[in-house]
Structures are given as structure tokens and as C-alpha cells.
């Protein structure tokens, strides 16, 4: 795997991306409260947001920001990101609400558009194929999980 070419700039749409990374960890702390639980929700959040951040990163190492897919699933994944930011203080509260769902469903989303991205890239070159398969199953896993964990109404119904 070669990096970007050297001096290659940073796109306009990964700035914003970034911009939008940086409002989704201030609605985080809209999320904190005092008490171990609050701080525990809070981590976790953080946790998925700051791992999001390093792969679209990495993944703006090996891919140019202006090349092919990139562009697309760099624009779908800013919308993915600031809507879940913007149900952050709502998702994972005592009660289950629909706005967890739609937090649940925004991580593998974007992890799948970059997954997506990186296969457009390698698909030419068996020998990366793998570790593609890898980050496909994790992907798989995460919307295994989101289905798994999404909340269930009263009654037994989701």
C-alpha cells in the first residue's frame, strides 16, 4: 500500500469533515453528567467518534480527497456525522427512543462507505484484497450489533 502522493493537499470537504468531527465531540459533552454512568456513555461515545476521525483520516492517507469515490462517500459520510451529532444528547437514555436507532445505524454507515472507498481502490491488487475482507467484517459485525442492540419498544416490538 503507497500513501497519497507526497504534497498532496487537504481537500475542502475534509476540512469540513473535520469541522464536523470537532462539533460532534463538543455535543458529547452535552451528554455528560455527574455520575459514573454519565461518564461511561460519555467514554463510549468518544470512543466511536475519535475511531471514525483516524479512518477517515487514514483512509484520506491512502485515497485522495479529490479522486473518484472518495468525494461521494466523503460528502455522505459529513451528512451521516453531523446528523448523529446532533441526536447525541438525545441517543442512550433511560428510556429507549428512536434517535438511538438512527445513532446506531450512523456508524456502520459511515464505516461501510469507507470500507466501500477502500475497495474501489484495491480491487485491482490481490494481495490487499485480506485485509479488505477484514475491515468488510467488521463492518458487518457493527450493523450486526446495531440490529442486535437497537432499542425495543414496550411489547416486545422494535
Request: aromatic share 14%; hydrophobic share 55%.
Amino acid at each position: 500500500m503507497r500513501p497519497v502522493a507526497p504534497g498532496a493537499k487537504v481537500t475542502w470537504l475534509e476540512l469540513l469533515y473535520d469541522l464536523v468531527f470537532a462539533y460532534a465531540f463538543i455535543r458529547v459533552t452535552l451528554t455528560a453528567a455527574i455520575g459514573p454512568e454519565s461518564l461511561l456513555r460519555s467514554l463510549f461515545l468518544v470512543c466511536l467518534l475519535w475511531f471514525l476521525w483516524i479512518t477517515s483520516t487514514a483512509l484520506g492517507n491512502f485515497v485522495r480527497g479529490d479522486e473518484g469515490p472518495m468525494q461521494i462517500a466523503t460528502l455522505i459520510s459529513v451528512g451521516i456525522t453531523f446528523v448523529s451529532a446532533l441526536v447525541i444528547p438525545f441517543a442512550f437514555v433511560p428510556h429507549p427512543q428512536p434517535v438511538d436507532f438512527v445513532f446506531a445505524v450512523s456508524y456502520p454507515s459511515v464505516r461501510g462507505l469507507q470500507v466501500w472507498v477502500y475497495w474501489m481502490r484495491v480491487r485491482q491488487d490481490p494481495r490487499l484484497r485480506p485485509r479488505w475482507a477484514a475491515l468488510a467484517g467488521e463492518v458487518a459485525g457493527a450493523f450486526a450489533a446495531g440490529a442486535i442492540g437497537a432499542p425495543r419498544r414496550p411489547g416486545g416490538r422494535r
